[in-house]
């Protein structure tokens, strides 16, 4: 069965410090893989999404980026923290091939509080 | 932007039927209705998804009207476990973005 991994499961850091949250799926292959931020008390928003290796389409300019080394990893990083960087951040999956037809599956998530 | 809209919130008495409107005016024809809650602190877990037909699972069922314009998400015996934000996306085999909104949160009252 597949699971999908993130840590750390919370993080405090300060205002300009780097970031790096890393997400992984196990026991499938080529999946497509999502980063979401939810601010407190709000939905969730759609940071980057990939369907492979190397490829990343951002939906939101913001001080964050992603990257995906292997196939089943995908990582969200910052150079520099800024207080409305905390939230809670979630990884997702889906199967891949063409998109939208399938169940996203979510990871446990990452809190994150910026001082 | 999302393209569906749901009532922020609403209650239900436990062990009646939760029924969780969603309006979807601008679905496309191969889009489908999905349907997702998420239970504080954790990831949003999948309940039911369909495209024109109404769906059942073990979870929920769910009604899509004839235009295909609205859905209701059915909860046939809510419990207080059910308390939770619900989300209703709509996404098609075009593209791979999954738009969340703000979602409706139940509350299920003893």
């Known amino acids: 069965s597949q699971t999908i991994h993130q840590w750390p499961a919370t993080l405090v850091q300060p205002v300009g410090s780097p970031l790096s949250l890393e997400c992984t799926v196990e026991?499938?292959?080529?999946?497509?893989l999502y980063w979401y931020r939810q601010a407190a008390g709000r939905g969730l928003q759609l940071l980057f999404y990939s369907v492979g290796i190397g490829q990343i389409s951002s939906e939101v300019p913001q001080n964050l980026s992603a990257s995906r080394p292997q196939d089943r990893q995908f990582i969200l990083s910052s150079k520099k923290l800024l207080l409305s960087d905390s939230g809670f951040y979630l990884c997702a999956w889906t199967p891949g091939g063409t998109g939208g037809s399938y169940e996203q599956y979510f990871g446990p998530g990452t809190r994150l509080t910026v001082t | 932007d999302a393209k569906t809209t749901q009532p922020p919130s609403m209650d239900c008495a436990e062990g009646r039927a939760a029924n969780l409107p969603c309006n979807h005016s601008t679905i496309s024809g191969n889009e489908y209705v999905y349907w997702y809650r998420q239970i504080h602190s954790q990831g949003p877990q999948y309940i039911i998804h369909g495209l024109k037909n109404n769906e059942t699972n073990e979870m929920a069922s769910l009604i899509i009207t004839e235009d295909r314009k609205s859905s209701t998400l059915i909860l046939p015996h809510a419990t207080l476990r059910d308390t939770a934000v619900y989300y209703c996306?709509?996404?098609?085999?075009?593209?791979?973005?999954?738009?969340f909104g703000t979602g409706t949160r139940l509350k299920v009252l003893a």
């Open positions: 026991g499938t292959s080529n999946p497509n």
């Open positions: 996306i709509v996404t098609g085999s075009g593209t791979y973005k999954y738009i």
